[in-house]
């Protein structure tokens, strides 16, 4: 009878302890946050629990808007127009794969529209996108995103219609007259946003006395969209 009484306690204690535990996993794995930000067609801000943290799209690559060391790149703000329709103002649902964060400390993710449609797919059927960063064992998608690119591929749309753009390393500098931005438009997205040690948000002006030397963060094509942003001028 003790016997009996005993199993029937580690039964239910069990039990109780994975009800307890299903609910945390399925956070870990999916979850809705409001979106604080976008920073370009792969990339962009939530609010996680009163914290921002920047996410970074699985298995894709978009063309550069404000990437400190490269200009503009074709179809790079269509891209990032793309994803503030459809996430600025609205919440994300955020899907995991095994590897929670890259290097720099970004959440890698699956996103989801609060219609269900997944932003990297979409992306790549549009054309705004590459097939990129393969590495296992974050992998969940990447035979379905392969096929999308290739009918993407075969109907030349978005990246595909320039010749020789797409590389197995990125986006060429080849830019076209019709898709390609003008030289005014990359000069316009030279405003370099950094965080200093204290944790504030300072923007620098080309023609700033600290320009030369500070190491940008983020680029922004005007101060209004940096101060946006959350970030303040620079007092020099």
């Not at 503009?72 to 994300?92: C, D, N, T, W, Y």
């Not at 609060?114 to 974050?138: C, Q, S, T, W």
């Amino acid at each position: 009878m003790k016997y009996f009484k005993w199993m029937t306690f580690v039964v239910i204690l069990a039990f109780t302890l994975s009800a307890c535990a299903l609910p945390e996993t399925e956070m870990a794995e999916k979850g809705i946050y409001p979106v604080t930000r976008v920073v370009d067609g792969d990339t962009f801000k939530v609010d996680f629990d009163g914290e921002e943290e920047t996410i970074r799209l699985l298995l894709i690559d978009t063309p550069e808007t404000v990437h400190p060391n490269k200009p503009v790149q074709p179809f790079g703000k269509e891209a990032s127009h793309f994803m503030k329709e459809r996430l600025e103002g609205q919440k994300v649902e955020l899907e995991l794969d095994v590897s929670e964060r890259d290097k720099y400390g970004r959440i890698l993710a699956y996103a989801y529209d609060m219609d269900g449609n997944m932003l990297n797919e979409m992306l790549l059927h549009k054309g705004l996108a590459r097939v990129a960063y393969i590495f296992p064992p974050n992998t969940k998608y990447v035979d379905r995103f392969q096929a999308i690119q290739k009918e993407a591929q075969k109907q030349g749309v978005g990246i595909w219609s320039l010749e020789n753009y797409v590389t197995e390393d990125g986006f060429s500098n080849t830019e076209s007259e019709t898709d390609g931005p003008s030289t005014n438009e990359k000069a316009a997205c030279d405003i370099k946003g950094n965080i200093n040690s204290s944790g504030d948000k300072i923007y620098h002006m080309p023609d700033g006395a600290y320009y030369a030397v500070t190491k940008a963060e983020e680029m922004f094509c005007s101060e209004e969209e940096a101060e946006k942003a959350g970030f303040r001028p620079s007092s020099r």
